[in-house]
């Protein structure tokens, strides 16, 4: 909780569907600005209540207000005495290290080097296989200090809606867990605390793989026998690579991990689960991809097998989401080779 007589600001950056969802659900609570790239979004936000390129016409919080100046940013940060602050990065994986080399400067400068930061992304970055707090880490290093990441089961279409969502904080930093609270924590937005950054992450990354691996199955019309197995022995991949990362056993049994699982391996407003689908429908990655439709899931699938490869891991799911992917693999052989595996306990190590 804050202090009495203490303000909360929140500065959201990236006005795409999930950082305007998150920036709509502050602003019902406190002082909310949203850190647009494109003046025609942040226009419509100020003036319409609405962000219809991602969100279509639901209607956003009168209190909610954008802008795509770096300099009312930190002068909106910056605020008045007694006022605590909060950014959240509501910016893709591939967007996240030039956010950070954007921004560290400009907080250093501004004397605003505390303000706790929390990020949204999910998977690993293209190349160099990071998770995103391992790209925060190679750019702020200890420079700025109080960090987290934010998760949880939760289709941003929905949150903006106002309708029921239960999210994680992931921090070691009291500061960013409490700012964090306080700001989302609300009505309908229920707010769960861990120390566990690198399982949250994990289990957001690996989700999105096991849930195109689930709509291919069910593009091919495997039923729900099918999905349910791939669910359950996806977790067990999910689990296995998260241990070896160093994340904690009990972070995938719970929100952001079964939960975020088995809301994006079914829900259908996964774009993780669509791109399965289709892919199962026999459409071809490259016609999936110039319709629009894009998955977290694709850009990652091929980084999450390689570090589990570096560590001897076996992930069969990963692997054959990877062959349909990028190895032309037919999505019913890469089943067929899945239920080829020998037999084995449930528990024993892949």
């Known amino acids: ?50 962000n219809t390129k991602y969100l279509g016409e639901i209607a956003l919080p009168h209190s909610l207000k954008s802008t795509t100046s770096l300099q009312q940013a930190i002068a909106h940060l ?23 080399e954007t921004w560290l400067p400009l907080l250093q400068a501004s004397n605003l080097a505390d303000t706790p930061i929390v990020w949204t992304c999910k998977g690993f970055e293209q190349n160099s296989g990071q998770l995103p707090h391992e790209i925060v880490q190679s750019v702020f290093g200890n420079q700025i200090p109080n960090t987290g990441v934010l998760s949880g089961p939760s289709f941003a279409k929905e949150v903006s809606r ?57 593009g091919l019309e495997l039923g729900a026998n099918a999905r349910a197995a791939l669910i359950t022995r996806g977790l067990a991949e999910i689990t296995r690579l998260g241990i070896a990362l160093g994340g904690q056993a009990a972070t995938f049994s719970g929100l952001t991990g079964l939960g975020d699982l088995v809301l994006t391996a079914t829900g259908d407003l996964s774009r993780n689960r669509q791109v399965g689908l289709a892919l199962g429908q026999g459409q071809s990655l490259d016609h999936i991809l110039a319709a629009g439709m894009t998955a977290e899931g694709v850009r990652c699938a091929r980084d999450a097998l390689n570090r589990a490869t570096a560590l001897n891991i076996e992930m069969p799911i990963t692997q054959a989401v990877c062959d349909v992917l990028f190895n032309a693999m037919p999505p019913l052989q890469a089943v067929s080779n899945l239920l080829a595996r020998e037999a084995k306990a449930e528990w024993q190590a892949e």
């Open 162 to 218: 106002n309708l029921p969502v239960a999210l994680t904080i992931a921090s070691h930093n009291s500061i960013t867990v409490q700012n964090t609270t306080a700001a989302l924590h609300a009505n309908n937005t229920r707010i769960y605390a861990s120390n566990d950054v690198i399982g949250v992450e994990v289990g957001g990354a690996l989700k999105n793989v096991m849930a195109i691996a689930c709509g291919i199955s069910d």
């Open 78 to 100: 910056q605020g008045r005495h007694q006022q605590q602050r909060l950014i959240i990065l509501g910016v893709p994986v591939m967007a996240m290290r030039s956010t950070c």
């Open 1 to 50: 909780m804050l202090l009495p007589g203490t303000s909360l600001h929140v500065l959201v950056i990236g006005a795409g569907s999930w950082g305007t969802a998150l920036a709509a659900s502050a602003a019902n609570n406190t002082s909310t600005l949203l850190l647009a790239r494109h003046e025609a979004v942040s226009s419509e936000i100020n003036n319409r209540h609405s």
